[in-house]
Structure formats: C-alpha cells, structure tokens
C-alpha cells in the first residue's frame, strides 16, 4: 500500500475543498473515523491511501 504522506492542505482539497475547521470537527467525531494525522514537527501529514479509503468508505455507505 502507498505509504505517501500528504499534508493538510492536499487532505482538504482531495476531501472536496473543505475548511481546516471542518477537519478539526471529523478528527473530534470518533464516529466518522476519519484518519488521524502523523505529526512532524507542528505540521500534520496524513496517508494519501488513508484518506482515500475513507473517502470510498463514505461514498459506500451513502
């Protein structure tokens, strides 16, 4: 699997050009599973493969 890592910005173009806020609420609504971010530094990066498989995982269940 793509181990790519993405940062916030890239995260909230592919999820449909959503808000910092928007992914601060998913992270904090265990029920969305949305993925968690891998810090370096103080910046958050995330799997691209992650994400992605969230994003088909939502389109599934709708």
Same mark, same amino acid.
């Given at each position: 699997?793509? $181990?790519?890592?993405? /940062?916030?910005?890239?995260? +909230?173009?592919?999820?449909?050009?959503?808000? *910092?806020?928007?992914?601060?609420?998913?992270?904090?609504?265990?029920?969305? $599973?949305?993925?968690? /971010?891998?810090?370096?530094? +103080?910046?958050?990066?995330?799997?691209?493969? *992650?994400?992605?498989e969230w994003?088909?995982?939502?389109?599934?269940?709708?």
């Amino acid at each position: 699997m793509d $181990n790519k890592r993405i /940062p916030a910005n890239t995260v +909230r173009i592919i999820c449909g050009d959503v808000s *910092d806020m928007t992914l601060h609420r998913w992270l904090n609504r265990p029920e969305l $599973n949305f993925p968690k /971010p891998i810090y370096i530094g +103080r910046r958050r990066y995330w799997r691209e493969a *992650d994400i992605i498989e969230w994003l088909e995982s939502r389109s599934e269940a709708a």
